[in-house]
T-cell receptor, first 115, second 115 residues
Framework: AQKITQTQPGMFVQEKEAVTLDCTYD???????LFWYKQPSSGEMIFLIY??????QNATEGRYSLNFQKARKSANLVISASQLGDSAMYFC????????????FGRGTSLIVHP | DAMVIQNPRYQVTQFGKPVTLSCSQT?????MYWYQQKSSQAPKLLFH???????NEADTPDNFQSRRPNTSFCFLDIRSPGLGDAAMYLC??????????????FGQGTRLTVV
């Protein structure tokens, strides 16, 4: 079984500062993928970034980077230079061979960016 | 450019009156999912199709049914909606080829209100 844990129900950050959203995972599979999605109040899920279990480098997508620590089973999302439009729910998700590639989601973190 | 389309965006139904939500995709993905998401919670998988193979989650109520007449379309039927079924319903698609290809592509969601 695979499990995603997000321990921060809510986070606050000042505009233009960086923020880290935590995600830990549990799986017995060697091959898996980790995803971060953003969900604004409109409800749609927006893909942000992907990290494969065999990727040696941390993934980056513009202002988003993923701090992947495989031994600790953590995949934290770092948002640099926060913008007001970053205020949203953020979900960490995993797919794996043992889970038939069905995405499993964490409980999410609500991020509020202050001006 | 829309790839996963859900209709309608907002649905109001009466208690006990059957309702159908629809989802279509232009990605030709073999996997389609239905998630239920209640306020400030993680998306909860209801069922998924791998091609025509239907997979029901063990805790999905019998009140919820699904149809996938072809690769492009998938429907969620709620036979007798209760007040507890009010939620956002998210349709998603993916390929099950492993790695980055397991990214789930989401529709905009249907927000269901039961009165």
């Amino acid at each position: 079984a695979q499990k995603i844990t997000q321990t921060q129900p809510g986070m606050f950050v000042q505009e233009k500062e960086a923020v880290t959203l935590d995600c830990t995972y549990d799986t017995s599979d060697q091959s898996y993928g980790l995803f971060w999605y953003k969900q604004p109040s409109s409800g749609e899920m927006i893909f942000l970034i992907y990290q494969g279990s065999y990727d040696e480098q941390n993934a980056t997508e513009g202002r988003y980077s993923l701090n992947f620590q495989k031994a600790r089973k953590s995949a934290n999302l770092v948002i640099s230079a926060s913008q007001l439009g970053d205020s949203a729910m953020y979900f960490c998700a995993m797919t794996s061979t043992g889970g038939s590639y069905i995405p499993t989601f964490g409980r999410g973190t609500s991020l509020i960016v202050h001006p | 450019d829309a790839m996963v389309i859900q209709n309608p965006r907002y649905q109001v139904t009466q208690f006990g009156k059957p309702v159908t939500l629809s989802c279509s995709q232009t990605l030709n993905h073999n996997v389609m999912y239905w998630y239920q998401q209640k306020s400030s919670q993680a998306p909860k998988l209801l069922f998924h199709y791998y091609d025509k193979d239907f997979n029901n989650e063990a805790d999905t109520p019998d009140n919820f049914q699904s149809r996938r007449p072809n690769t492009s379309f998938c429907f969620l039927d709620i036979r007798s909606p209760g007040l507890g079924d009010a939620a956002m319903y998210l349709c998603a698609t993916s390929r099950a080829d492993g790695g980055r290809d397991t990214e789930a592509f989401f529709g905009q969601g249907t927000r269901l209100t039961v009165v």
